[in-house]
């Protein structure tokens, strides 16, 4: 099992930046891909992005194509999201999780660890 702990979030106005950061330990973490998922409250949580184990692959969801980056340093057991171009909306709390192996995934099922999430609220 991967713990994970995420930090970073907080209060955002819209159009801003803020980048968020998951700590990993136990198993190697370098051997599972990661991700970033996110939910606001009343709301399922959904898909926001995911690193394949190295690194080399990324995938993100279409809301925020081209505005967030995931990325990920293994030696230092730490994946991040910056995020970009932030657009206003009530809070929500993003979780960071280790896949069940190193190939990219999107789907909630197919991550076996998670953080215990960071709020983060965009104000307008």
């Known amino acids: 099992q991967v713990q994970l702990v995420e930090s970073g979030g907080g209060l955002v106005q819209a159009g801003g930046s803020l980048r968020l950061s998951c700590a990993a330990s136990?198993?190697?973490?370098?051997?599972?891909?990661g991700g970033w998922f996110r939910q606001a409250p009343g709301k399922e949580r959904e898909f926001v992005s995911a690193?394949?184990?190295?690194?080399?692959?990324?995938i993100y969801a279409d809301s925020v194509k081209d505005r967030f980056t995931i990325s990920r340093d293994n030696a230092k057991n730490t994946v991040y999201l910056q995020m970009t171009s932030v657009k206003p909306g009530g809070p929500a709390v993003y979780y960071c999780a280790a896949a069940r192996s190193g190939v990219v995934r999107t789907k909630i099922a197919e991550f076996g660890s998670w953080g215990q999430g960071t709020q983060v609220t965009v104000s307008s």
């Open positions: 136990g198993r190697t973490f370098s051997s599972y891909a």
């Open positions: 690193i394949g184990r190295s690194g080399g692959v990324t």
